[in-house]
């Protein structure tokens, strides 16, 4: 009887938060509600899977978003995910995280930088799941690569994940070789925000660069088979790749968040000359060859330029210092 009560209860909630009103309401009394919900997470399914899609639907209204954050729901939805069995359950908690994470505060929270001794341990097990679940059936966790793009929008998101003792960057960047386009996006979107701490983390970023550069200029390399002489001083994993036959990269916001990320790197004189030791200039001539993408187009074209005055100013410096 008491589980039929409590079924009723939950399966209400859930219906509220498909409308206006029925957010608003449950928004006054949030201090009650979303512990509440939060807790039924850890009941069999009948009850947490509505108590999930009811967290999942209030988090994407900002505000309400910002009220779990501030009555816990991030820690609770963590400890729960891993007592979790079912995989949809399981990859609602990880939506719930992802909403949760639009905000600053959800990605500090996530990050548990309040707690010294446990900070960072909630993104090291997100990562860990998100680089050894299984692609091939259900994947609770591949929406776990768009929260950690959400993480290295922040200051301190980016510093923990290139933090070079972790080794974060390395694995989720190998999960570039994924078939999903979902994690592809959540790798590429990932080592984007990571490079706009370039200019005093280029050393941590070009720790990984055999890895780095595969998963930046091989979405940009067009579709031709490169010959030996452009792959004779690539990384083998890059060299390799452009050696033979492959499917590109269709998807245009990859090839611009890879461009953008390499030209954040470029802007450093180190890294513009990493890429010129891994012959990157000349995989982005041949890839711009055969690009029909307008915005992508653009931003080679800004590479371009980069490449052309940062080699005349260096070239200049050198000639100066003579």
């Known amino acids: 009887m008491f589980f039929q009560v409590k079924k009723g209860a939950v399966d209400i909630v859930r219906d509220l938060t498909g409308s ?35 967290l999942v639907n209030l988090s994407e209204n900002s505000e309400i978003s910002r009220k779990m954050i501030e009555v816990g729901i991030t820690t609770t939805a963590m400890e729960t995910l891993y007592k979790q069995r079912d995989a949809n359950i399981s990859r609602l908690i990880v939506m719930l995280l992802l909403n949760l994470t639009q905000l600053d505060e959800g990605v500090m929270s996530l990050l548990q930088t309040e707690d010294e001794k446990m900070q960072g341990v909630h993104v090291m097990k997100l990562v860990r799941s998100f680089c050894t679940s299984n692609e091939k059936g259900e994947d609770p966790f591949e929406h776990v690569g768009s929260i950690l793009v959400n993480i290295s929008r922040v200051e301190e998101g980016r510093k923990y994940i290139l933090d070079p003792k972790r080794g974060l960057l390395k694995q989720i960047i190998r999960q570039f070789d994924s078939t999903s386009l979902l994690r592809k996006k959540g790798v590429c979107g990932t080592i984007h925000g990571c490079c706009f701490e370039a200019d005093n983390q280029l050393q941590n970023l070009l720790l990984v660069s055999d890895y780095l550069w595969p998963a930046l200029l091989l979405p940009v390399a067009g579709n031709k088979v490169y010959s030996e002489q452009d792959t004779s001083k690539m990384p083998p994993e890059l060299g390799t790749a452009l050696s033979i036959e492959r499917e590109s990269v269709d998807d245009p916001d990859i090839r611009v968040q890879a461009l953008e990320a390499l030209y954040l790197i470029i802007l450093q004189d180190a890294g513009r000359r990493a890429l010129w030791s891994v012959n990157g200039p000349r995989v982005l001539q041949l890839g711009y060859e055969d690009e029909a993408n307008g915005k992508v187009m653009e931003a080679y074209e800004r590479i371009g330029s980069l490449l052309i005055h940062g080699n005349d100013m260096e070239e200049a410096s050198s000639e100066s210092s003579k």
């Open 20 to 54: 206006e009103d029925g957010l608003q309401a449950l928004t006054y009394y949030s201090q009650i509600v979303f512990p509440s919900l939060s807790r039924l997470l850890a009941e069999n399914k009948e009850i947490s899977e509505p108590a999930a899609q009811a």
